[in-house]
């Protein structure tokens, strides 16, 4: 798309494609108001900037009620797609996992003597479940040896505690 097709769209409150939907959808500007929880003045305002923008009267009065232009019929498939996409794009964070994901399978956690080795396994344990990483991920807690600094500085321990 070039920046230059874009101008239209800048140029406009992309709302308005929202209820130009809702228009093309229910053909009654109190029923917009309505689903939209704004004041019919305002789609009725609304409505008459969407009619400059396409040159297009939209909708129009008759007999029974209002109905659809020719081009109002044609564009209304198009506006309910671009506005499943918008709603997919603003959703689409939802998809994302929001829990943690590990870098290895097992991290080694050693601490001093076994003052707090079963605080710290019941609170790994608790996070592992309430992340739902149960089968992704090990922490092995074990009691300090005379080797801890070094194999922290190896990258054999994760995490270490105490002095």
Known sequence: ?????????????????VTLYFLLKHKKVSAVANEMFIG??????????????????????????MRL?????????EVEGVLAELESLFTRHEEVSPHLTPRKPVYRVCMPDNVYMNDIASLL?????????????????????????????DGKIDF???R
């Open 1 to 17: 798309m070039q920046s230059s097709n874009l101008n239209k769209t800048i140029k406009n409150d992309i709302n308005l494609l």
């Open 40 to 65: 019919q003045s305002a789609v009725s305002h609304q409505l008459n900037k969407l009619r400059a923008i396409f040159d297009n009267e939209l909708l129009v009065r008759t007999a029974k009620g």
């Open 69 to 77: 232009t020719p081009f109002a019929e044609q564009i209304y498939p």
């Open 125 to 153: 344990l608790r996070f592992v479940e309430q992340e739902k990483l149960s089968d992704k991920v090990i922490f092995e807690v074990f009691e300090r040896y005379d080797q801890c600094v070094t194999d922290l500085n």
């Open 160 to 162: 270490f505690s105490g």
